[in-house]
């Protein structure tokens, strides 16, 4: 079963897109149609430029799935995403039916792609949020700090983002998780580069971590950095990119994680925002606010040609 390109890297440009299907009766048949047409849109244009690193990826909410394939199973841990509320932060729950996630080296080729899927889906679609991303800098988050460092190496990125065996319907497909924040920066540039770090976990110019007994508990790589019960640490594959509308005085990280089991995604997101122990949030949120929350299946090129002929 192959995967989509959930483990590519983040591009240098990227487009995320979520539509709701308002009557998921009539969506049926564009949306099998696109299914059958996606990989070679998307093998079309890497095709024509091989050094673009072109991927597209396609995933379902809930509800869509159910409404769409009513006949078929539903993946283990899909469901709608559910709030996740602290005492001082929340990660917002927000509507999506279908999600696509384009990366490549050009945003021209990418609005390519874009507008042949959106007219595809043109009469049975709303769009709900269409972002537009860029690669910052040297890799870094909009906020100045190299983000994506401690993702897994591919054949690691394969187990952490790839369902294999514990769901044998499944193997091949992915949990997509995606959230919008949208940051203070002016509240951000004012804190010491130092406090900065603090946040973060680790130094800004060069990105090293920063040393036990430095790093806070409340750092962001302090509490999204989560073990099973034997120790082993849980993984998830981030391509986040930064987007910005600097004159709407709008800055932010599209963030998206891929993994083989939601609970891994969720468990950091609780840690984030509720605390373990509850209290300790992530100090970076206290400078980011989610403004999105949806959680997507993404099968695998073998499962989306199956939907096709459904
Ligand atoms: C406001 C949005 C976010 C920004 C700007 C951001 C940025 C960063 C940065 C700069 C790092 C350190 C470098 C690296 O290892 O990649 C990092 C690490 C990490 N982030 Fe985020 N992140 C955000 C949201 C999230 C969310 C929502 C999750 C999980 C649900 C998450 C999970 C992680 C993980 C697992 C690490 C690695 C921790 C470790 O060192 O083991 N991030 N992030």
Excluded at 69 to 85: A, D, N, S, V, Y
Excluded at 179 to 202: C, F, M, S, T
Excluded at 203 to 216: A, F, N, Q, S, T
Aim: aromatic share 8%.
């Amino acid at each position: 079963m192959k995967p989509m390109d959930v483990t590519a890297s983040p591009g240098q440009s990227a487009i995320f897109i979520i539509f709701g299907l308002p009557d998921r009766q009539k969506a049926r048949e564009p949306v099998k149609a696109l299914c059958g047409k996606l990989p070679a849109l998307a093998r079309s244009l890497k095709n024509r430029f091989p050094k673009l690193g072109i991927s597209a990826v396609m995933g379902f909410g809930a509800e869509a799935w159910q409404g769409l394939f009513p006949g078929r199973p539903t993946p283990k841990e899909l469901t709608p995403f559910q709030e996740i509320r602290g005492e001082r932060h929340v990660a917002v729950s927000t509507p999506g039916d279908l999600f696509f996630h384009l990366r490549g080296g050009r945003m021209d080729v990418l609005v390519e792609l874009a507008s042949q899927i959106s007219a595809d889906l043109a009469e049975v679609v709303e769009p709900i949020d269409e972002t537009h991303g860029f690669r910052y800098m040297d890799s870094r988050a909009i906020i100045g700090f190299v983000d994506g460092t401690e993702n897994p190496e591919p054949e690691a990125a394969q187990a952490a983002a790839v369902i294999g065996s514990e769901d044998p319907q499944f193997v091949g497909g992915s949990y997509a998780m995606t959230q919008k924040y949208l940051h203070d920066l002016a509240a951000w540039n004012e804190l010491p580069v130092e406090e900065q770090e603090k946040a973060i976990g680790r130094r800004k110019y060069d990105d090293r971590e920063l040393e036990e007994g430095v790093k806070p508990e409340n750092a962001h790589n302090a509490v999204t950095n989560i073990s099973d019960p034997d120790g082993r640490e849980l993984k998830i594959v981030r391509a986040n990119v930064a987007f910005a509308n600097p004159a709407k005085g709008e800055h932010g990280t599209y963030f998206i994680g891929y993994a083989a089991t939601f609970s891994t995604t969720k468990r950091m997101l609780e840690n984030m925002f509720v605390g373990d122990p509850p209290g300790n949030t992530d100090r970076l949120l206290d400078f980011s606010r989610a403004i999105s929350g949806t959680l997507f299946f993404v099968p695998s090129w073998d499962l989306l040609a199956e939907l096709a002929e459904e």
